[in-house]
């Protein structure tokens, strides 16, 4: 079940994504370069709040966009 909580997750990542001027297929090709096997459209349903972000993925993202964990779980 998707709570709201990972639809705002969802939000923030695409949001640090957008003032990053990234595209979903740039951030893509990036975790998979640090081994994070994340497709664009993987990507996009986490953005969305429709499938949940392991904890590797996290600290991928987390490396990728250069941004704290407050920043991306801050509701």
Request: net charge positive; proline share 1%.
């Amino acid at each position: 079940m998707i709570t709201e909580y990972e639809k705002r997750l969802g939000q923030n990542l695409r949001d640090i994504r957008i003032r990053q001027g990234l595209t979903q297929e740039e951030v893509s090709a990036r975790l998979q370069i640090r081994g994070c096997d994340v497709t664009r459209s993987a990507l996009a349903k986490i953005e969305a709040g429709q499938r949940h972000l392991y904890p590797q993925e996290l600290k991928a993202l987390r490396e990728t966009f250069r941004v704290t964990y407050e920043e991306i779980l801050e509701h």
